[in-house]
C-alpha cells in the first residue's frame, strides 16, 4: 500500500495542475434548440478508417516487410527451380506459377494480415476504444476492406513487376483482359479480407492467431494451383480446393496473364469465368453473413 | 436537447455471469446509483465488487440481467450512436494505434462526432501540443493517458466514464490529472470515475460510492460517509509523560473533561489528537476489512 494516510478533517490541498494550457475548451455549448449537428455519414466514417488502416500498416515496418518480401522471395525462388511447360500447351509452368503466387499473395494481403490485424485490435484495445464512440460500425469492416485492398494491390503489382521482368509473365494485352483482372482482383480481395474479418473471432490470444490464419492460407496455396498444376493433383485435393477461393483466384488471374492456349490445362479446359465470379461471390457473402453474427467487439464475458 | 436533472439512475441491477456450465455468480446483486448532472461520483471497492461490470453495462457494452438502467435519459441496453456521441469514455489503459501521431489520431476520432472539439485546442488542453506529432508508441505513461482523455473529451460529452484513469501514473502526473478532470466538472460534465485509489477518490469526488460483492453499501460525499464525521474519534493524549488514548462518541466532552483533568500549568493537554476515522478506515469497514491489524488488505480475499 503506498496511498498516502489521509486526515478526516481536511481533504488533502492541491497545487493548481502544473499544465502548460489554458483552460479545457468549454464542454457543452450553447446550441440553439433544434439545431443539433447531424452525424458524420458512414461513408465519411469509411473512408478515413480506411485512410488510417493504410496509414498504421505502411507505418509497422516488421509485418510491412513480412507481408511484402515473403511471396516476392517465394516467386524468384521458386521462379528459378521449376522448369519446363505445362502438358502439351507449351506455356512455361513458370507464367503458371507467377500468376499462382500473385493470388497467394493477394490472399496472404488479406485473410492472413485482416485477421491478424483484427485481433491485434483486439488485444491492444482498439476494438473497445471504437465500440465507445459513435463510429458506425459497419465503418470499422470498410475500413479493414479498404485497406486490404491497398496492401493487396501494392502486393499485386510488386509481385506483377517481378514477374513479368523476370518469369515472362506478361500484362493484359486487351482490354476484356483488364476487365477480368479488376473484377477478379477486388471479388478475391474484398472475399478474403472478409473471411479473415469473420474468423478474428475465433482466436483467443493475438499469439495463436497468426498460426490460425497461416494454416488455412499454406494448406490452400499448396492445393490451390499455386506450387503445382491444379489438374496434376489428386481428384480428391482438387475438390476441397474447390471449395475455397483461392483455387478460383488463381484461376481467374491465370486467365488475365497466360495465354490462350493454357486454358485447356484447366481442369473444365476452360477458364470457367462465371464459376470464379460465383465461388467468390458466395465467399464475399457468406463472410458477409458470419462477420455480422459473430464479430466481438468485447472480451467473452 | 432535454435538460436532466439526473445523469445515470439504476435501480436493482443485476448481473450473473456462469463462469462454468452449472455454476452462476452474480456479479451485481441489486445494484442502486443515482449520478445527478454535473457531480462527480467515484465508485470505489475491491477487485471483483463489480466496478468495471456497473461501467460496462452503463456504457452499453454488456448486457444486464435485471434492473432498470438509465443513462442521460436512456437506456443503454437501447444505445444508438446519437447517445454514443454524447458520452465520453476513458478506458483502463489501452496501447491502440501505436504507429499514428497525436495529432493524427486526435483528428481521426474527431470524424465520428457531429460537434467535436477542436483538436489542436484540445491537444493544447490536456498539454500535448509538444508530442502532436509524436507517436502514440513513444509517448510516456503520462502522456499516453493524456491522450486517453483527450480522446474521451472529444465529442464535448456530457458523460465522462473514467475507468481507473491514474493507474499507473506518478503522483505529480496523476495531480496534473485531476487538475484536468476538476476543471471539466467546474465546466458543468458530470464525471463517473473507478478508481482504486482512495486519495482520488477523496481529491476528486463529490460523492463516493463503495461497492462490495455486486451493490453499493454506502454512498455520500467523502468527508461525511458513512458516518465518518460523526462516527467514533481516538482522542490521544499524554497523562503523566504516559500516552493514552480513547476511542468515543463524544470526543468534545472527554477533551473538556481532560483539561479539567490532565492540563499542563499553560492550560494546554500535552499531546492531544482528536482522530476521526479515515476515508480508508471507513472504507476498509465497508468492504468487511477490518482496518488498523497485523496483516494488510490484500490477504483478505
Same mark, same amino acid.
Given at each position: 500500500?503506498?496511498?498516502?494516510?489521509?486526515?478526516?478533517?481536511?481533504?488533502?490541498?492541491?497545487?493548481?495542475?502544473?499544465?502548460?494550457?489554458?483552460?479545457?475548451?468549454?464542454?457543452?455549448?450553447?446550441?440553439?434548440?433544434?439545431?443539433?449537428?447531424?452525424?458524420?455519414?458512414?461513408?465519411?466514417?469509411?473512408?478515413?478508417?480506411?485512410?488510417?488502416?493504410?496509414?498504421?500498416?505502411?507505418?509497422?515496418?516488421?509485418?510491412?516487410?513480412? @507481408?511484402?518480401?515473403?511471396?516476392?522471395?517465394?516467386?524468384?525462388?521458386?521462379?528459378?527451380?521449376?522448369?519446363?511447360?505445362?502438358?502439351?500447351?507449351?506455356?512455361?509452368? $513458370?507464367?503458371?506459377?507467377?500468376?499462382?503466387?500473385?493470388?497467394?499473395?493477394?490472399?496472404?494481403?488479406?485473410?492472413?494480415?485482416?485477421?491478424?490485424?483484427?485481433?491485434?485490435?483486439?488485444?491492444?484495445?482498439?476494438?473497445?476504444?471504437?465500440?465507445?464512440?459513435?463510429?458506425?460500425?459497419?465503418?470499422?469492416?470498410?475500413? #479493414?476492406?479498404?485497406?486490404?485492398?491497398?496492401?493487396?494491390?501494392?502486393?499485386?503489382?510488386?509481385?506483377?513487376?517481378?514477374?513479368?521482368?523476370?518469369?515472362?509473365?506478361?500484362?493484359?494485352?486487351?482490354?476484356?483482359?483488364?476487365?477480368?483482372?479488376?473484377?477478379?482482383?477486388?471479388?478475391? @480481395?474484398?472475399?478474403?479480407?472478409?473471411?479473415?474479418?469473420?474468423?478474428?473471432?475465433?482466436? $483467443?490470444?493475438? $499469439?495463436?492467431?497468426?498460426?490460425?490464419?497461416?494454416?488455412?492460407?499454406? %494448406?490452400?496455396?499448396?492445393?490451390?494451383?499455386?506450387?503445382?498444376?491444379?489438374?496434376?493433383?489428386?481428384?480428391?485435393?482438387?475438390?476441397?480446393?474447390?471449395?475455397?477461393?483461392? #483455387?478460383?483466384?488463381?484461376?481467374?488471374?491465370?486467365?488475365?496473364?497466360?495465354?490462350?492456349?493454357?486454358?485447356?490445362?484447366?481442369?473444365?479446359?476452360?477458364?470457367?469465368?462465371?464459376?470464379?465470379?460465383? %465461388?467468390?461471390?458466395?465467399?464475399?457473402?457468406?463472410?458477409?453473413?458470419?462477420?455480422? @453474427?459473430?464479430?466481438?467487439?468485447?472480451?467473452?464475458? | 436537447?432535454?435538460?436532466?436533472?439526473?445523469?445515470?439512475?439504476?435501480?436493482?441491477?443485476?448481473?450473473?455471469?456462469?463462469?462454468?456450465?452449472?455454476?452462476?455468480?452474480?456479479?451485481?446483486?441489486?445494484?442502486?446509483?443515482?449520478?445527478?448532472?454535473?457531480?462527480?461520483?467515484?465508485?470505489?471497492?475491491?477487485?471483483?465488487?463489480?466496478?468495471?461490470?456497473?461501467?460496462?453495462?452503463?456504457?452499453?457494452?454488456?448486457?444486464?440481467?435485471?434492473?432498470?438502467?438509465?443513462?442521460?435519459?436512456?437506456?443503454?441496453?437501447?444505445?444508438?450512436? =446519437?447517445?454514443?456521441?454524447?458520452?465520453?469514455?476513458?478506458?483502463?489503459?489501452?496501447?491502440?494505434?501505436?504507429?499514428?501521431?497525436?495529432?493524427?489520431?486526435?483528428?481521426?476520432?474527431?470524424?465520428?462526432?457531429?460537434?467535436?472539439?477542436?483538436?489542436?485546442?484540445?491537444?493544447?488542453?490536456?498539454?500535448?501540443?509538444?508530442?502532436?506529432?509524436?507517436?502514440?508508441?513513444?509517448?510516456?505513461?503520462?502522456?499516453?493517458?493524456?491522450?486517453?482523455?483527450?480522446?474521451?473529451?472529444?465529442?464535448?460529452?456530457?458523460?465522462?466514464?473514467?475507468?481507473?484513469?491514474?493507474?499507473?501514473?506518478?503522483?505529480?502526473?496523476?495531480?496534473?490529472?485531476?487538475?484536468?478532470?476538476?476543471?471539466? +466538472?467546474?465546466?458543468?460534465?458530470?464525471?463517473?470515475?473507478?478508481?482504486?485509489?482512495?486519495?482520488?477518490?477523496?481529491?476528486?469526488?463529490?460523492?463516493?460510492?463503495?461497492?462490495?460483492?455486486?451493490?453499493?453499501?454506502?454512498?455520500?460525499?467523502? =468527508?461525511?460517509?458513512?458516518?465518518?464525521?460523526?462516527?467514533?474519534?481516538?482522542?490521544?493524549?499524554?497523562?503523566?509523560?504516559?500516552?493514552?488514548?480513547?476511542?468515543?462518541?463524544?470526543?468534545?466532552?472527554?477533551?473538556?473533561?481532560?483539561?479539567?483533568?490532565? +492540563?499542563?500549568?499553560?492550560?494546554?493537554?500535552?499531546?492531544?489528537?482528536?482522530?476521526?476515522?479515515?476515508?480508508?478506515?471507513?472504507?476498509?469497514?465497508?468492504?468487511?476489512?477490518?482496518?488498523?491489524?497485523?496483516?494488510?488488505?490484500?490477504?483478505?480475499?
Amino acid at each position: 500500500m503506498t496511498a498516502a494516510s489521509s486526515t478526516p478533517s481536511s481533504p488533502p490541498a492541491l497545487p493548481a495542475p502544473a499544465l502548460p494550457a489554458p483552460a479545457l475548451p468549454a464542454p457543452v455549448r450553447p446550441s440553439p434548440a433544434g439545431l443539433t449537428p447531424a452525424l458524420p455519414s458512414l461513408l465519411r466514417t469509411s473512408v478515413s478508417r480506411g485512410r488510417l488502416e493504410i496509414t498504421s500498416f505502411f507505418r509497422d515496418r516488421e509485418s510491412l516487410i513480412f @507481408t511484402f518480401s515473403l511471396p516476392v522471395i517465394l516467386l524468384v525462388v521458386f521462379g528459378e527451380v521449376f522448369h519446363g511447360t505445362i502438358g502439351s500447351t507449351g506455356v512455361a509452368f $513458370r507464367q503458371y506459377f507467377a500468376a499462382g503466387i500473385i493470388a497467394s499473395g493477394i490472399m496472404s494481403a488479406t485473410f492472413v494480415n485482416v485477421g491478424a490485424s483484427v485481433a491485434a485490435d483486439r488485444a491492444d484495445g482498439t476494438l473497445t476504444r471504437l465500440a465507445g464512440t459513435p463510429m458506425p460500425p459497419a465503418a470499422y469492416f470498410a475500413g #479493414k476492406a479498404i485497406g486490404a485492398l491497398a496492401v493487396a494491390a501494392a502486393e499485386a503489382g510488386l509481385l506483377l513487376a517481378v514477374g513479368a521482368a523476370a518469369f515472362g509473365l506478361r500484362l493484359p494485352g486487351t482490354a476484356s483482359r483488364w476487365l477480368t483482372l479488376a473484377w477478379v482482383f477486388i471479388l478475391g @480481395t474484398a472475399a478474403c479480407a472478409v473471411l479473415g474479418l469473420a474468423l478474428s473471432s475465433l482466436p $483467443r490470444s493475438p $499469439r495463436g492467431s497468426s498460426a490460425m490464419f497461416n494454416l488455412p492460407y499454406l %494448406v490452400l496455396s499448396f492445393i490451390s494451383g499455386v506450387y503445382f498444376v491444379f489438374r496434376d493433383l489428386p481428384p480428391v485435393l482438387q475438390h476441397v480446393a474447390a471449395l475455397f477461393p483461392l #483455387k478460383w483466384l488463381c484461376q481467374g488471374l491465370r486467365s488475365v496473364f497466360l495465354p490462350a492456349a493454357a486454358a485447356v490445362a484447366e481442369p473444365a479446359r476452360s477458364w470457367e469465368l462465371g464459376e470464379i465470379a460465383l %465461388v467468390l461471390g458466395a465467399w464475399l457473402a457468406a463472410g458477409l453473413v458470419l462477420c455480422m @453474427t459473430t464479430f466481438r467487439w468485447l472480451d467473452r464475458e | 436537447m432535454t435538460a436532466t436533472r439526473t445523469a445515470v439512475r439504476v435501480r436493482g441491477l443485476r448481473k450473473i455471469y456462469r463462469p462454468a456450465r452449472y455454476r452462476e455468480v452474480a456479479a451485481l446483486n441489486g445494484l442502486d446509483l443515482d449520478i445527478g448532472t454535473g457531480e462527480i461520483v467515484a465508485l470505489l471497492g475491491p477487485n471483483g465488487a463489480g466496478k468495471t461490470t456497473t461501467v460496462q453495462i452503463l456504457t452499453g457494452f454488456r448486457r444486464r440481467d435485471a434492473g432498470e438502467v438509465t443513462v442521460l435519459g436512456t437506456d443503454p441496453a437501447a444505445a444508438d450512436r =446519437a447517445w454514443r456521441a454524447r458520452l465520453g469514455i476513458v478506458p483502463q489503459q489501452a496501447s491502440d494505434f501505436g504507429e499514428l501521431t497525436v495529432g493524427e489520431v486526435v483528428r481521426h476520432l474527431a470524424g465520428y462526432y457531429p460537434d467535436p472539439h477542436d483538436s489542436a485546442e484540445l491537444i493544447d488542453a490536456v498539454g500535448l501540443t509538444g508530442q502532436a506529432s509524436t507517436r502514440l508508441r513513444r509517448l510516456s505513461g503520462g502522456q499516453r493517458r493524456r491522450v486517453d482523455l483527450a480522446l474521451g473529451l472529444l465529442g464535448r460529452p456530457e458523460l465522462l466514464v473514467l475507468d481507473e484513469p491514474t493507474t499507473g501514473l506518478d503522483p505529480a502526473v496523476r495531480r496534473q490529472f485531476w487538475g484536468l478532470i476538476r476543471q471539466l +466538472a467546474a465546466a458543468g460534465t458530470t464525471v463517473l470515475l473507478s478508481t482504486h485509489y482512495l486519495d482520488e477518490a477523496e481529491a476528486l469526488a463529490s460523492r463516493v460510492a463503495v461497492m462490495a460483492a455486486g451493490r453499493i453499501v454506502a454512498a455520500g460525499p467523502p =468527508a461525511t460517509l458513512a458516518g465518518r464525521d460523526t462516527g467514533t474519534a481516538i482522542v490521544s493524549w499524554q497523562e503523566g509523560g504516559v500516552p493514552r488514548s480513547e476511542r468515543t462518541p463524544a470526543p468534545a466532552r472527554l477533551v473538556a473533561a481532560l483539561a479539567a483533568r490532565a +492540563a499542563a500549568p499553560d492550560g494546554e493537554i500535552p499531546g492531544l489528537t482528536v482522530t476521526r476515522p479515515s476515508l480508508e478506515d471507513t472504507y476498509l469497514r465497508l468492504i468487511g476489512v477490518t482496518p488498523h491489524r497485523p496483516g494488510t488488505p490484500e490477504d483478505t480475499p
